[in-house]
């Protein structure tokens, strides 16, 4: 006769104890939610937004897991189907990432609507991204300013949602729009990361330093958990 017991739990879905991020989700019913999206956007997509790409790809999977948003780039003057730009590989693996695999793409409008959050390498990016789609005005920033804006986050501010999710970048988002205005703003050379290409060796090691020295505030941000 047929079995009234329920099916069995697929293992897929038991927590691991290296994957905080995916403890928490799966204290949550919703299990299944979709993680989060995020865009990194500089202007070739070589030097830069790569850079960003890989490291926060890293240091999210390391805290989150299976459950760690993904985290994709492109340039609003792309060299399309390029690979990384050899100097600023040089710096990523310095600092732990790979390039491999990497390819350039264009920025596009479907781009920046399909994500949750927008991190840009200057403000004049950001501009760029709510010209070509106004309704991010709501979740692009520079990548600095956003680290800014959000480093002294408390996670008690945030809904109970298991990090990685779509949930809580949105709400992180709306953390940080929220600071807008109530600090005083970095200024433009501050919220800026300095353009490597074609340049001397010290401007790679500069873009990675300003990358790195903003980087612990923007993943503390996206893993940050309530209590």
Known sequence: MPSDDPPPVSSRWLPRARAPCELAAHRRLTAVDETGQILIVC???????????????AELRARCGDRAPSV?????????????????ADQLIRAGGSPDGFLARQLTPELIAAADLVLTA??????????MHPKALRYVF???????LLAQLDPSSLPDAGPGSTEHLQSVVAAAAARRGAQPPLSSADADIVDPFRREDEVFVQMSQQVLASMPAVVDALTSQSR
């Not at 202007?43 to 790809?57: A, D, K, Q, Y």
């Not at 994709?72 to 600023?88: C, H, I, K």
């Not at 520079?142 to 800014?148: M, Q």
Request: aromatic share 6%; net charge positive.
């Open 72 to 88: 994709r780039s492109a340039g609003t003057g792309a060299l399309a189907g390029q690979a990384m730009d050899e100097r600023a």
């Open 43 to 57: 202007t070739g997509n070589i030097c830069r937004s790569p850079f960003i790409e890989r490291l926060l790809t």
């Open 122 to 131: 200057t403000r004049t990016h950001r501009g760029e991204v709510a010209i």
């Open 142 to 148: 520079t990548f600095r300013d956003f680290a800014d």
